[in-house]
């Protein structure tokens, strides 16, 4: 259902100031990344946002189907020069008869395919784990 992505990659910054407003004051590394990722794939027609935990990528309106929502969770470990992305999907699915009720399923593997390729692009390692 869910996958892990690990990489090491110089391309984003992991030291230096950030933004004392990013994360709700938490400020955590990973704006850069998460742009990267948003521009790495237009055509998933992606965009981001931060939460008080770090970097949030996700499908906007515009991605197709519209029953099918992608995220990205993204962390950054500068200790270790190591980032970790988290990536899961919801899909929209009937419940109690008119309704729809959003459900975790699995990430498709075109869009698995597509970050990864994009990832070695800028990495010395990916390493993909399937949950």
């Known amino acids: 259902m869910e996958i892990e992505i690990e990489f090491v990659s110089d391309r984003f910054l992991l030291t230096g100031p950030i933004r004392e407003d ?4 938490n400020q955590f590394y990973g704006e850069d990344c998460a742009g990267w990722i948003v521009e790495a794939l237009p055509e998933w027609k992606l965009d981001f946002l931060d939460e008080d935990w770090g970097w949030l990528v996700f499908t906007t309106r515009e991605h197709r189907p519209e029953d099918e929502q992608i995220s990205i969770c993204v ?7 190591a980032w970790r992305l988290v990536v899961f999907a919801e899909y929209r699915r009937p419940w109690m008869g008119l309704l729809k009720k959003w459900q975790r399923g699995p990430v498709p593997e ?3 395919r597509a970050l990864t390729a994009r ?8 390493a993909l784990r399937r949950e």
């Open 75 to 81: 962390y950054a470990d500068p200790e270790e020069g």
């Open 119 to 126: 990832l070695g692009e800028v990495s010395s390692r990916v």
């Open 22 to 25: 990013a994360n709700a004051g």
């Open 110 to 112: 075109s869009f698995s």
